[in-house]
């Protein structure tokens, strides 16, 4: 069991390039969030999703994308670069079936730098 | 909107000693408060999950409770190690699923 999964570790884009940030979780989880973490600001969530086809915007969604086809896997997209998204990125999950039991999962995070 | 505080933002403890870390929050209607643990350049690992329900957690040497009324959690942890040097984050749930995290107490136990 894997858990949550992000794919790549860590990446370095010019500005103005383009990507896309890969979340797995094998749990069947409904729930799931992008995140990001910067020094002295804490985890800001960008997006999320309750559910497969569904998404919504977070405290900081301008400058990405995401899309969540799959039940299992939950993409954020970087159109254009900018320095202000260098960032770790971390995605996690969490079902909400477990009502108020239900704690959540995070991945091992994306260290992205744009430069 | 709600606020998560943790004070204090870092501290050095001697090996042994008990750990207090406090987090408080502005809005009482939570559903439930998880605490974390973060090591340098790694992502959060869940330590306790506190039910809007419950007062108390838990696990091995970790206590953490739990007061809605005054919005205020506590995570004890007993007779510290220098393995538990690391950043606790708390973060709450609220009824829109919406998830609100604490800057962090970041911890150094002193061998």
């Known amino acids: 069991n894997a858990g949550v999964t992000q794919t790549p570790k860590f990446r370095v884009l010019k500005t103005g390039q383009s990507m896309t940030l890969l979340c797995a979780q094998d749990m069947n989880h409904e729930y799931m969030y992008w995140y990001r973490q910067d020094p002295g600001m804490g985890l800001r969530l960008i997006h999320y999703?309750?559910?497969?086809?569904?998404?919504a915007k977070g405290e900081v969604p301008d400058g990405y994308n995401v899309s969540r086809l799959k039940k299992q896997n939950f993409l954020l997209g970087l159109e254009s670069a900018a320095p202000s998204q260098t960032s770790v990125y971390f995605c996690?999950?969490?079902?909400?079936?477990?009502?108020?039991?239900?704690?959540?999962?995070f991945g091992n995070g994306t260290r992205l730098t744009v430069t | 909107k709600q606020e998560v505080t943790q004070i204090p933002a870092a501290l050095s403890v001697p090996e042994g000693e008990n750990l207090v870390l406090n987090c408080s929050f502005t809005d009482s209607a939570i559903y439930n408060l998880q605490w974390f643990r973060q090591d340098p350049g790694k992502g959060l690992t869940s330590l306790l999950l506190i039910q809007s329900s419950q007062r108390e957690q838990t696990s091995g040497r970790l206590n953490a409770s739990l007061d809605k009324s005054s919005g205020r959690s506590t995570l004890y942890i007993a007779a510290s190690q220098p393995g538990d040097s690391a950043t606790y984050l708390c973060a709450v749930i609220r009824g829109n699923n919406r998830l609100a995290f604490g800057k962090g107490n970041q911890v150094v136990v002193i061998p």
């Open positions: 996690a999950s969490r079902d909400p079936s477990q009502g108020l039991a239900s704690p959540l999962h």
């Open positions: 999703s309750v559910g497969e086809g569904t998404t």
